[in-house]
C-alpha cells in the first residue's frame, strides 16, 4: 500500500502538483536515523508527509545537488527522486527520445531510484503537446501522461 | 550474445582497444543500415573491424560513444564513459557507503537491447575491484585482484 502511495506521490512531484498533507511534519527518531544511515551526508534537511498512511519525503541536499527521498513511517527507505539533465540519461534513452520525439524538446528529467530497480520520468514539449514519458534503461518509452498543458 | 558482449567490453576498454588494428574502416550496408537506424543523430563517426564484430566511435549528444554490431548488422551493445556523479543515486551511495576509501579509475555505462549497467573499477593501496550493476540499484563483484 505504501508502494503505491509513495508512486502516486512520484506522479505529482513529476507533474509538479506536489500536495503535502501537513507541512513541515517531522518524522520519529526511526525515521530520521533511517535517512543518515542512506544518506551520511545529508545537508540541509527539510521534511514532510506525503500521504495520510505515513510516507515521510525528505528533502536534502547531497553532493551538492538537492534530492528527494521517501520512507515509512517504520523507517523502511522507499526510494528516491532527483532531477537531471538530459546527458545525464542513459544512450539509449537518448537516442529513443531522437528517433521517437524528434519534434519535441526535453523540458525535464527525474530519475526515481527504489530499491528494486529505477526509471526515469521526461517531459517533452513541442508547440502545441506536453507529455510525460516513462523510460527504461534499455531505451522502452512509453506515455505516462499525455496532455499536460 | 550476452557472453560475447561482455567479453567485447572487457577487451576494447578494461583492455584499452588491444583488438583494432585498423581505423575507419569500411563497413557493409547492414551494419551501416543498422547503425544509421538506430542513431539518427551520430555525428563524427568512425569503424573499426575484428573478426567477430564491428565497433562505432560517434559523437551523440555531445558525449563520445561506441557502438559494437556483428557482421550482420545486430547491435550487440553500447558502451560510454561517464561521470560518478552521473551514476544513479543508489549507485552513489552504495559506493560511498562500500568502497569509501578506494578511488575510481575506470566506469562506463553499457546498453544491450535486453539490458542496460554500470562498469566500474576502483582501487585502493592493496587491490583493484570491478563492480557491475545491472539494476541500476546495486552493484555486484565481477573481478578483485591483488595488486602486485
Given at each position: 500500500m505504501k508502494k503505491i502511495v509513495l508512486s502516486l506521490a512520484i506522479a505529482t512531484v513529476m507533474l509538479s502538483s506536489f500536495t503535502t498533507y501537513a507541512a513541515d511534519k517531522t518524522p520519529g527518531a526511526v525515521v530520521k536515523q533511517a535517512l543518515t544511515r542512506e544518506?551520511?551526508?545529508?545537508?540541509d534537511v527539510e521534511w514532510t508527509t506525503?500521504?495520510?498512511?505515513?510516507v515521510y519525503q525528505a528533502k536534502f541536499t547531497y553532493n551538492n545537488e538537492p534530492l528527494q527521498a521517501f520512507f515509512t513511517e517504520d523507517g523502511e527507505f522507499l526510494g528516491t527522486t532527483r532531477q537531471i539533465t538530459k546527458?545525464?540519461?542513459?544512450i539509449l534513452i537518448v537516442s529513443a527520445l531522437e528517433k521517437q520525439y524528434a519534434d519535441f524538446r526535453v523540458a525535464t528529467v527525474f530519475e526515481y531510484s527504489k530499491t528494486d530497480g529505477l526509471a526515469y520520468y521526461i517531459t517533452v514539449i513541442s508547440p502545441d503537446n506536453a507529455m510525460v514519458l516513462k523510460a527504461t534503461g534499455n531505451g522502452d518509452l512509453s506515455v505516462f501522461k499525455k496532455n499536460i498543458h | 550474445m550476452k557472453k560475447l558482449f561482455t567479453a567485447v567490453v572487457l577487451s576494447s576498454v578494461l583492455l584499452v582497444?588491444?583488438?583494432?588494428?585498423?581505423?575507419?574502416e569500411n563497413v557493409n550496408t547492414r551494419v551501416e543500415n543498422a547503425f544509421k537506424q538506430e542513431f539518427?543523430?551520430?555525428?563524427e563517426v568512425s569503424w573499426q573491424k575484428t573478426d567477430a564484430y564491428y565497433k562505432a566511435t560517434f559523437k551523440l549528444n555531445g558525449e563520445t560513444v561506441n557502438a559494437y554490431y556483428t557482421a550482420e548488422g545486430e547491435m550487440l551493445g553500447i558502451i560510454h564513459n561517464v561521470l560518478s556523479t552521473q551514476l544513479p543515486i543508489n549507485l552513489q551511495t552504495s559506493l560511498k557507503k562500500e568502497y569509501e576509501n578506494y578511488w575510481i579509475t575506470e566506469l562506463f555505462e553499457f546498453s544491450r537491447p535486453d539490458s542496460n549497467g554500470y562498469f566500474i573499477t576502483i582501487q585502493n593501496a592493496d587491490q583493484v575491484i570491478t563492480l557491475q550493476s545491472t539494476n541500476g540499484s546495486s552493484w555486484s563483484t565481477y573481478s578483485k585482484s591483488k595488486k602486485q
Open positions: 544518506f551520511s551526508q545529508a545537508k506525503v500521504s495520510k498512511d505515513g546527458n545525464q540519461l542513459p | 582497444n588491444a583488438a583494432f588494428a585498423n581505423k575507419n539518427t543523430q551520430a555525428k
